[in-house]
């Protein structure tokens, strides 16, 4: 084979290996004629449309934008150019920059937008448990807190979670009835709407069952948004971190020590001899 179309070959599987695989996003327009937005990597810039008395649209070349959104490696990101007020995420203003998430809600002139994913989470059927489904081998994921009552705290599911009303796990403000659960089947958690036809939303998707992975935002009622967070870590990963650091053995009585250990005393005794040497120059000179 020919040297370039080796070193061609190496290259392209390099470049496979180091390009991260990013996620596949959509903005959505609940409560507008705007069709839905695919995300593609890179920058995509909304202005105002001329078509609507509130509307945004893809930025042409050369035209100033309101709001960009920037897919890369490091996730999605918005930035708001300058001048322009009013933009929020999940109800709370954004002057310059802000990271999204799958399932954040964004307003913007009177439009809200709303970052979901490609391809649907639904599932039909929850998976049949087996041992793993046990609470003492559950990888131990927490749900933070993003508004309402529950924000800046982080909930442990350690077992199986109702959410809803008062008697549930998560109880949610101005709820009366249970309105979703979450278990832990065949070692994934998965999430299910407790009455049929009532759905919940999962990255900005309504879905009565589903399973769940990390970074996932869940929205059970208005004012109350959750991030799921660390459920894939393996319970042996937790039991070794839990471990307690085995102890240092000590050395016997009488046992010699390495020279490592006496290298502080000959430090110690080299600095006080150099500074009472300095110290004689001062106070008799030099002859």
């Known amino acids: 084979m020919p040297a370039g179309n080796q070193f061609g070959t190496r290259y392209a599987k390099i470049s496979r290996v180091n390009i991260p695989r990013l996620p596949r996003l959509i903005l959505r327009f609940p409560a507008h004629q705007h069709s839905d937005l695919p995300l593609q990597p890179g920058m995509s810039r909304l202005c105002r449309d001329p078509d609507f008395d509130r509307g945004l649209m893809l930025a042409r070349e050369g035209c100033r934008s309101l709001i960009d959104f920037c897919l890369d490696a490091r996730g999605l990101w918005l930035h708001v150019a300058e001048g322009v007020a009013g933009v929020h995420v999940n109800g709370r203003p954004v002057r310059t920059l802000a990271l999204l998430r799958a399932g954040d809600c964004i307003h913007c002139e009177g439009v809200e937008m709303c970052v979901g994913e490609v391809a649907g ?101 208005p004012g109350s948004r959750y991030l799921l967070e660390a459920p894939g870590q393996s319970a042996a990963v937790l039991a070794a971190a839990q471990k307690p650091a085995a102890a240092v053995p000590q050395p016997e009585a009488g046992q010699n020590m390495s020279p490592r250990r006496w290298q502080v005393p000959w430090l110690l005794l080299a600095a006080i001899l150099s500074a009472a040497f300095l110290a004689a120059l001062l106070w008799f000179g030099v002859k």
Not at 169 to 190: H, K, P, S, T, Y
């Open 121 to 221: 989470r639904a599932a039909k059927a929850l998976p049949e448990p087996d041992e793993f489904d046990a609470p003492e081998k559950l990888p131990f994921p927490v749900l933070r807190g993003l508004c309402g009552d529950d924000h800046g705290r982080t909930l442990l599911i350690d077992r199986s979670l109702k959410i809803g009303g008062k008697d549930a796990d998560i109880v949610l403000e101005g709820e009366q009835d249970m309105l979703a659960q979450i278990d832990c089947r065949q070692g994934q958690l998965w999430l299910q709407a407790v009455k049929t036809g009532q759905a919940v939303q999962l990255n900005g998707e309504s879905v009565e069952l589903a399973q769940l992975q990390h970074g996932d935002q869940l929205a059970f009622a």
